[in-house]
């Protein structure tokens, strides 16, 4: 590989091309662009009409301090979901500031909110958001979780 090629993301050349990344993973092994890993990464050196476009790209998310087009579907869901709790924790904050009872307030708030919450989940949320702001209501959960599928016997 040559040593003074600039490498750049699928993500970066797929902007550049104005097309989607899965079609540059599959120009680059057509064409037997020059390749490297970094970390899971895949980063390809484009053909030089690409080159400057994705040098600009690049050099403007880097200016912003941004790395380029790193938030996928399930963090964007995360995240969606966490605000969802952080607007049941301010319709929970506005009823006790009414003078309601804590219980009822919380029974009120799950029973209110449109997405399946539990007074329980509520008293939860409420004691992370105090201890860690809006990290505490993100997902802590590692690897796969949910539903598996079934084993075949």
Not at 114 to 121: A, D, K, L, M, R
Request: aromatic share 10%; glycine share 6%; with cysteine.
């Amino acid at each position: 590989m040559n040593k003074t090629a600039k490498y750049f993301s699928a993500a970066i050349i797929a902007r550049a091309a104005k097309c989607h990344r899965r079609t540059i993973h599959r120009r680059a092994a057509r064409a037997a662009w020059p390749c490297r890993q970094n970390g899971c990464l895949f980063e390809y050196s484009p053909p030089r009409a690409l080159r400057s476009k994705c040098l600009s790209i690049f050099q403007r998310t880097k200016a912003v301090g941004l790395r380029a087009f790193n938030i996928g579907a399930p963090r964007r869901a995360e995240v969606f979901r966490a605000h969802n709790r952080f607007a049941a924790l301010c319709g929970l904050e506005i009823a006790l500031k009414n003078g309601m009872q804590f219980e009822r307030v919380l029974a009120r708030v799950a029973r209110d909110f449109t997405f399946h919450c539990s007074p329980h989940e509520l008293r939860k949320w409420w004691h992370r958001f105090s201890k860690e702001g809006f990290a505490g209501l993100l997902e802590k959960k590692r690897g796969r979780s949910g539903r598996k599928p079934k084993a075949k016997r």
